[in-house]
């Protein structure tokens, strides 16, 4: 409670509810001020019509007659909150209920709007509305009407009203209170627990309440972030420990062929083939980290502005024919599959490298005689991209964890390669907006890369 009030959940509930005060407030007045406004134009139009209706019953009489009739009038309506004074043509009174003139009378337009004391020894001020007309003979005729009772209507309604509005503004704060507790107490949980995780405990997991509610929904994609950035720290701490079994390989045989040439004299060509061969090895470490910085600036979206309306026919087409000569090599038959005029948006180099890293690896991998097809062929708004052999293909257990870096059929290592062909052609394919998909060929294994047309 103590720090509720520096909570902008607490802030904006009590700023609703002030506003709701404020509409509150200003919804009764307009009532308040219609109601009164409508009982008064109500009265005015019956003074204007009983008054009119008295002119022409008093016209043309004595002033013995006028009294008469007036007090006719009067006593026909017993019990009636009407106010009546007749004048004469000096001002003093003839007849009616009101014994003398207001004091001070404000004149409302044609109405008069005054308060009189109707008994000296009664204190009480009677609020009156009234219509003076002039009459034959001099006479004055005044009719009004007794507020009292509508006055004692807004005396009873006020304290109600502003009671009304006094519990309103309270339930409002209660509500607020009991909103920005609920609320800070889900969010304190989240808090908690994010400070557990930023303490170490990479494993904790924001609590689901199963509510639904938008702080489910936010706990779910906090704990989507948390997994993606576990296994990423995970795939981080595998990647490094391959490469440095990568490495130390490689640069264990350079240092020792190195070290082996230097401990005698010998001939040149000996000198020769120790750095021809350090200059493979060399080049089989500068190959694993351009494909690094590869697969890096892919990732990062860098290699996105470089997107250009290009034919995937085409592509493929060439890279098919560069990886022909070696499939026939290793006694392949290399075919290839595709409708004309592949239209897409993309970067052509990064897609000639993935798919040159597909027969790279089928060539590798598929037995002397195996027959490797390339394909592709239109979806809905997307192009799939099939790259299939007839080989051993991958166990269905071991394909998901394929497409992570360093990860090779070949355990022992022995076969050249760096394991980051398939990663590559994932994040190109993630880039163009697909994925890639391992399949079983029957037999062999089919490597489906769906690309997003754009």
């Given at each position: 409670?103590?720090?509720?009030?520096?909570?902008?959940?607490?802030?904006?509930?009590?700023?609703?509810?002030?506003?709701?005060?404020?509409?509150?407030?200003?919804?009764?007045?307009?009532?308040?001020?219609?109601?009164?406004?409508?009982?008064?134009?109500?009265?005015?139009?019956?003074?204007?019509?009983?008054?009119?209706?008295?002119?022409?019953?008093?016209?043309?009489?004595?002033?013995?007659?006028?009294?008469?009739?007036?007090?006719?009038?009067?006593?026909?309506?017993?019990?009636?909150?009407?106010?009546?004074?007749?004048?004469?043509?000096?001002?003093?009174?003839?007849?009616?209920?009101?014994?003398?003139?207001?004091?001070?009378?404000?004149?409302?337009?044609?109405?008069?709007?005054?308060?009189?004391?109707?008994?000296?020894?009664?204190?009480?001020?009677?609020?009156?509305?009234?219509?003076?007309?002039?009459?034959?003979?001099?006479?004055?005729?005044?009719?009004?009407?007794?507020?009292?009772?509508?006055?004692?209507?807004?005396?009873?309604?006020?304290?109600?009203?502003?009671?009304?509005?006094?519990?309103?503004?309270?339930?409002?704060?209660?509500?607020?209170?009991?909103?920005?507790?609920?609320?800070?107490?889900?969010?304190?949980?989240?808090?908690?627990?994010?400070?557990?995780?930023?303490?170490?405990?990479?494993?904790?997991?924001?609590?689901?309440?199963?509510?639904?509610?938008?702080?489910?929904?936010?706990?779910?994609?906090?704990?989507?972030?948390?997994?993606?950035?576990?296994?990423?720290?995970?795939?981080?701490?595998?990647?490094?420990?391959?490469?440095?079994?990568?490495?130390?390989?490689?640069?264990?045989?350079?240092?020792?062929?190195?070290?082996?040439?230097?401990?005698?004299?010998?001939?040149?060509?000996?000198?020769?083939?120790?750095?021809?061969?350090?200059?493979?090895?060399?080049?089989?470490?500068?190959?694993?980290?351009?494909?690094?910085?590869?697969?890096?600036?892919?990732?990062?979206?860098?290699?996105?502005?470089?997107?250009?309306?290009?034919?995937?026919?085409?592509?493929?087409?060439?890279?098919?024919?560069?990886?022909?000569?070696?499939?026939?090599?290793?006694?392949?038959?290399?075919?290839?599959?595709?409708?004309?005029?592949?239209?897409?948006?993309?970067?052509?180099?990064?897609?000639?490298?993935?798919?040159?890293?597909?027969?790279?690896?089928?060539?590798?991998?598929?037995?002397?005689?195996?027959?490797?097809?390339?394909?592709?062929?239109?979806?809905?708004?997307?192009?799939?991209?099939?790259?299939?052999?007839?080989?051993?293909?991958?166990?269905?257990?071991?394909?998901?964890?394929?497409?992570?870096?360093?990860?090779?059929?070949?355990?022992?290592?022995?076969?050249?390669?760096?394991?980051?062909?398939?990663?590559?052609?994932?994040?190109?394919?993630?880039?163009h907006g697909g994925d890639v998909r391992l399949e079983d060929a029957r037999p062999g294994l089919r490597v489906r890369v769906q690309l997003h047309r754009g």
């Amino acid at each position: 409670m103590k720090n509720l009030h520096r909570s902008r959940i607490f802030r904006y509930a009590v700023a609703y509810t002030g506003l709701f005060f404020i509409s509150t407030l200003l919804v009764l007045t307009f009532i308040y001020a219609v109601t009164f406004r409508s009982s008064n134009n109500k009265i005015e139009e019956r003074l204007a019509q009983e008054s009119q209706w008295l002119v022409e019953l008093l016209s043309n009489c004595t002033e013995f007659e006028k009294v008469t009739r007036l007090n006719f009038h009067i006593s026909d309506h017993p019990g009636s909150l009407g106010i009546y004074l007749l004048l004469d043509a000096n001002g003093q009174r003839l007849s009616g209920n009101l014994d003398r003139l207001p004091d001070v009378v404000l004149s409302n337009g044609k109405f008069l709007d005054f308060y009189h004391q109707d008994d000296e020894e009664d204190p009480e001020l009677l609020h009156m509305l009234a219509i003076q007309v002039e009459l034959d003979q001099g006479c004055t005729l005044m009719v009004g009407h007794n507020y009292a009772a509508i006055d004692q209507i807004k005396r009873e309604i006020r304290p109600a009203v502003a009671w009304a509005l006094g519990i309103s503004f309270a339930l409002g704060m209660l509500v607020a209170i009991f909103l920005a507790r609920r609320l800070a107490r889900r969010l304190e949980i989240i808090n908690r627990t994010s400070r557990t995780i930023f303490e170490g405990n990479l494993e904790r997991r924001m609590i689901r309440t199963g509510s639904g509610d938008e702080f489910d929904h936010l706990s779910s994609n906090l704990n989507r972030m948390l997994d993606r950035i576990f296994n990423l720290m995970a795939s981080v701490r595998g990647v490094t420990d391959n490469i440095a079994h990568d490495l130390r390989s490689p640069l264990s045989r350079m240092r020792s062929r190195m070290e082996v040439a230097l401990l005698a004299d010998r001939p040149c060509e000996e000198y020769r083939e120790v750095l021809v061969d350090t200059i493979e090895d060399t080049d089989r470490l500068l190959k694993t980290f351009n494909s690094l910085l590869t697969i890096a600036r892919v990732e990062s979206g860098a290699a996105k502005k470089d997107f250009t309306a290009i034919d995937l026919q085409q592509i493929i087409i060439d890279t098919v024919e560069l990886y022909g000569p070696v499939a026939e090599e290793r006694g392949q038959t290399l075919q290839m599959s595709c409708p004309e005029h592949l239209n897409m948006q993309g970067n052509a180099d990064l897609l000639v490298q993935a798919l040159a890293n597909l027969l790279d690896n089928a060539i590798k991998y598929a037995p002397r005689g195996a027959v490797i097809v390339v394909s592709a062929q239109y979806g809905e708004d997307a192009i799939s991209l099939d790259v299939a052999d007839n080989g051993p293909g991958i166990p269905e257990h071991f394909r998901e964890k394929a497409l992570q870096r360093f990860t090779r059929l070949d355990a022992s290592r022995t076969k050249p390669g760096q394991g980051l062909g398939l990663s590559l052609v994932q994040v190109v394919a993630q880039m163009h907006g697909g994925d890639v998909r391992l399949e079983d060929a029957r037999p062999g294994l089919r490597v489906r890369v769906q690309l997003h047309r754009g």
